[in-house]
């Protein structure tokens, strides 16, 4: 089954996106729930994989400064890690960046 990689588009979208975050930073990695969700999350660009139905990954994209854009809260579900999901979202994410006229981008890790 084909891996496709876009643009996260409506509110039930954004929440299967914000739902793998729960799974891999929360549960996975122990990170504090009120640390993982924030403002940003309103006004971020969030790119999914998605594989049929499922979410697989995610990352969001936010204007840093004129010229630059901020990568953020990238994750891909365990079953799913080491298969190039990851680096495919990066490079979705830095078209975008791109398209909107940046020429940085800063990755928070």
Do not use: C, W
Request: aromatic share 6%.
């Amino acid at each position: 089954m084909e891996i496709e990689i876009r643009v996260v588009n409506g509110t039930e979208a954004l929440e299967q996106a914000l739902k793998l975050r729960r799974q891999v930073f929360v549960h996975e990695q122990k990170v504090p729930v009120e640390l993982e969700y924030d403002e940003y999350d309103q006004i971020a660009i969030h790119f999914v994989a998605v594989r049929g139905n499922n979410v697989i990954g995610t990352a969001r994209l936010l204007s840093h400064s004129q010229f630059a854009s901020r990568i953020s809260r990238m994750a891909v579900t365990k079953n799913f890690r080491g298969r190039g999901i990851g680096r495919r979202l990066l490079e979705a994410l830095e078209k975008e960046a791109r398209k909107q006229g940046k020429v940085e981008i800063v990755l928070h890790a």
